[in-house]
T-cell receptor, first 114, second 114 residues
Framework: KQEVTQIPAALSVPEGENLVLNCSFTDSAIYNLQWFRQDPGKGLTSLLLIQSSQREQTSGRLNASLDKSSGRSTLYIAASQPGDSATYLCAVNAGGTSYGKLTFGQGTILTVHP | EAQVTQNPRYLITVTGKKLTVTCSQN?????MSWYRQDPGLGLRQIYYSMNVEVTDKGDVPEGYKVSRKEKRNFPLILESPSPNQTSLYFC?????????????FGPGTRLTVL
């Protein structure tokens, strides 16, 4: 059974810092991994999708890497801003008989203070 | 605008009173699914649909029903809601179940069952 763990559970940083969020998964047989952002009481906004054959994806100040063999992904946020404050979730799609189900981590709550 | 919509966004109801949460997507996606999000338990899949008239159970299907009569719509039905179904519900869709397909989430429906 696929399990996804995110570390740290919470992170508080001053504005301008570069930071790294970690995600690990137990079964390396995945189709893709997706990073989401969730604001309090709101929906999930997709940030980046990394295919199993890819090593990294970039979007603006965000960079996500994937090491499938070790079961790890990191989300790097450059020059953090208060508007980045949210919960960040990673989710893996194991494909096959999981039929599209995303297995989510518990999330990292990020607070960026001015 | 490409999006997944859900209605209602907020609902307070009483035990046993049947309700339906609608989900619609305008991206011609084949795959749709429902998740619930609970503190400490994260996001868990309730039901999914690979295409029209094709639905199947996820990890927590008890107490829920779904239907997929049209490609764009995937309603979640609670025939006799109970307090343990109080949760935040998300509908998601993607072009296909797996492979190189990003999943998009709706804004969420916060349900309270008294």
């Amino acid at each position: 059974k696929q399990e996804v763990t995110q570390i740290p559970a919470a992170l508080s940083v001053p504005e301008g810092e570069n930071l790294v969020l970690n995600c690990s998964f137990t079964d390396s047989a995945i189709y893709n991994l997706q990073w989401f952002r969730q604001d309090p009481g709101k929906g999930l906004t997709s940030l980046l999708l990394i295919q199993s054959s890819q090593r990294e994806q970039t979007s603006g100040r965000l960079n996500a890497s994937l090491d499938k063999s070790s079961g790890r992904s990191t989300l790097y946020i450059a020059a953090s801003q208060p508007g980045d404050s949210a919960t960040y979730l990673c989710a893996v799609n194991a494909g096959g008989t999981s039929y599209g189900k995303l297995t989510f981590g518990q999330g990292t709550i990020l607070t960026v203070h001015p | 605008e490409a999006q997944v919509t859900q209605n209602p966004r907020y609902l307070i109801t009483v035990t046993g009173k049947k309700l339906t949460v609608t989900c619609s997507q305008n991206m011609n996606h084949e795959y749709m699914s429902w998740y619930r999000q609970d503190p400490g338990l994260g996001l868990r899949q309730i039901y999914y649909s690979m295409n029209v008239e094709v639905t199947d159970k996820g990890d927590v299907p008890e107490g829920y029903k779904v239907s997929r009569k049209e490609k764009r719509n995937f309603p979640l039905i609670l025939e006799s809601p109970s307090p343990n179904q109080t949760s935040l519900y998300f509908c998601a869709s993607s072009f296909k179940a797996s492979g190189h397909n990003e999943q998009f989430f709706g804004p969420g429906t916060r349900l309270t069952v008294l």
